[in-house]
């Protein structure tokens, strides 16, 4: 059983950058963050595997960056020149080889989001 805490979220302005970091208990191969909004499907917004390949998703290509340190079991998102249309909840989500992305594995507690003026 892995656990992932997850912080970072919180209100800023449209334009303004905010850091999420989710902490897992152990190590794991695929890390990122699927996020909700209301109305809104559940989208994958990045992922990194524990080699370093990374994917995100067209929205936040040139804007938010993951990264992540393998010692820590921490992964991060770095999301900058953020816009209303990024305002969800944002879920950390790990998983290892022959998990299905977005069905199981395991997730966090989730950490709200607001881009706002």
């Known amino acids: 059983q892995v656990q992932l805490v997850e912080s970072g979220g919180g209100l800023v302005q449209p334009g303004g950058s905010l850091r999420l970091s989710c902490s897992a208990s152990s190590y794991i191969y695929t890390m990122g963050w699927y996020r909700q909004a209301p109305g809104q499907q559940r989208e994958l917004v990045a992922q990194i595997t524990g080699g370093g390949t990374s994917n995100y998703a067209d929205s936040a290509k040139g804007r938010f960056t993951i990264s992540r340190d393998n010692a820590k079991n921490t992964a991060y998102l770095q999301m900058n020149s953020l816009r209303p249309e990024d305002t969800a909840v944002y879920y950390c989500?790990?998983?290892?080889?022959?998990?299905?992305?977005?069905?199981?594995?395991?997730w966090g507690q989730g950490t709200q989001v607001t881009v706002s003026s």
């Open positions: 989500n790990a998983r290892n080889l022959l998990m299905r992305s977005g069905i199981d594995g395991y």
